[in-house]
């Protein structure tokens, strides 16, 4: 029932990108709606003053409000250009310079290359699991028995890679000798494994446009380096750790925009900006802060995520998705509309939607509380050009959706005193306007 309900919704916020009857067309034209504003003149730009705060509410229905408290938050910056960009493989010589930032004094080698170092390291975990289930009462004597045949299988097979296996794997000339899973197998001097980078993550394919770019490190074997934090890391270390390792792998144009933690790790997320002004996120599950189910987070686009151990400031997991390379400056300095046609639109979009039923069985009544309202840059597709984007500055809406809730018939959720509150983005209902003609771009967690 609650999923019937999910798509329901989801089709009606669709229908809300729609144009009605008797308002301006809302959704995203993409380049050709940009073409005025590419083609103005950017010495005539006298640019609108933007509010600090914006209070107000809109009814939607008799059991659905947006509330208005909302923070503006507006980069500090001479001009807004337009860009166009491509998406782009990660350069060779970046994954280089991560390999040696990342492992001090690593090299990689094709995964398939096994050392020695690593024969014998699997011929001690073997042996361990053969006195293992030979001591395990739990198990029938013919089950025993079978698993221990598999694992003496196992070993009689590194032994005999042992004896052929190099000292030291030989490194790769390419980095599209990977194996099917499009990995590299990382090594340090000695020849023991460090942990693998992945130049992509479709194996059928190791060079592909917007590639994520990832290197997951095996315990504590990944060194800091010397200038680096050897203690016990803070946040602020962390994120300055962060900072810094991008700067040392050559990597511009990124700064960090939040942190999260457990026990172990901090997972930092580095944002690309232009021109100083941030990106604003696309929002999707993935990247370097979930690795091993540890983390949950939302990755954005135009991203680098870095999983950093608290111990000694040393680099667990490494994620640089959706990366670009600037193609050109289409117009140095666009006109922004003035802030109150952003909010019509806004207004316009949220009250197209037909029918505001909630989504969850036993809600009362429900708002929309809008907390920020940020300007960035955000990417619209080029029409038949894959790959390519118009990166336009843009307005994003975000904040919570709060339930009220008749507790006999609402049991599905922790409720605090009959409220249910969720954050937009996992109700999808993050709303972005392009700054220079006032369409909606996304409309969700898209």
């Known amino acids: 029932m609650r999923k019937a309900w999910i798509i329901a919704l989801t089709a009606l916020l669709l229908m809300g990108c729609q144009p009605t009857p008797t308002e301006d067309i809302v959704v995203n034209k993409g380049e050709d709606g940009m073409q005025k504003a590419i083609l103005a003149d950017a010495e005539t730009v006298v640019q609108p003053d933007f509010p600090k705060s914006v209070e107000r509410e809109y009814v939607l229905s008799d059991k659905a409000t947006v509330v208005f408290a909302a923070e503006v938050t507006v980069p500090e910056a001479a001009a807004f250009p337009i860009y166009r960009v491509m998406l782009a493989d990660i350069p060779e010589q970046a994954v280089d310079a991560i390999v040696k930032c990342a492992t001090s004094d690593g090299y990689a080698s094709i995964q398939s290359s096994q050392s020695k170092a690593d024969a014998l390291a699997m011929l001690e975990i073997l042996e361990a699991a053969m006195a293992e289930i030979a001591a395990d009462k739990t198990m029938g004597e013919q089950e025993k028995q079978d698993e221990l045949a598999i694992v003496q299988g196992n070993i009689e097979y590194w032994a005999e890679l042992y004896e052929s296996a190099p000292d030291k794997p030989l490194p790769i000339e390419s980095y599209d000798e990977v194996d099917n899973l499009g990995r590299i197998s990382l090594f340090n001097a000695d020849g023991a494994t460090l942990g693998y980078i992945s130049v992509c993550m479709d194996g059928d394919n ?204 609402f049991v599905e959720e922790t409720l605090t005193d009959g409220v249910y509150r969720k954050p937009l983005i996992s109700e999808g209902l993050v709303m972005v306007i392009n700054a220079v003609d006032g369409t909606v771009i996304s409309f969700g967690g898209e």
């Open 206 to 409: 190791p060079k592909s446009l917007g590639s994520m770019c990832i290197v997951e490190t095996y315990g504590d074997f990944v060194k800091p380096l010397s200038f680096y934090p050897d203690k016990p890391t803070s946040k602020e270390e962390a994120v300055s750790f962060s900072e810094q390792f991008l700067r040392d792998c050559g990597i511009e144009g990124y700064s960090a925009i939040g942190v999260s933690e457990n026990d172990w790790n901090y997972a930092v997320t580095l944002v690309r900006t232009y021109g100083g002004i941030p990106y604003l996120p696309t929002y999707g599950y993935g990247g370097a802060a979930s690795y091993g189910g540890e983390y949950a987070a939302y990755a954005p686009d135009e991203s680098i995520s870095m999983v950093i151990f608290k111990s000694n400031g040393a680099i667990r997991g490494f994620t640089w998705y959706a990366y670009s390379q600037e193609e050109s400056c289409l117009n140095p300095n666009v006109q922004l509309l003035d802030f109150e046609q952003i909010l019509k639109t806004y207004e316009n979009t949220i009250q197209s939607v037909t029918a505001w039923e909630s989504p969850y069985e036993g809600v009362l009544s429900w708002k929309l509380v809008i907390e920020s309202v940020q300007l960035g840059y955000k990417r619209i597709p080029v029409k038949d050009a894959m790959g390519s984007y118009i990166v336009t500055p843009a307005w994003e809406f975000n904040g919570y959706v709060e339930f009220t809730c008749d507790p006999a018939v």
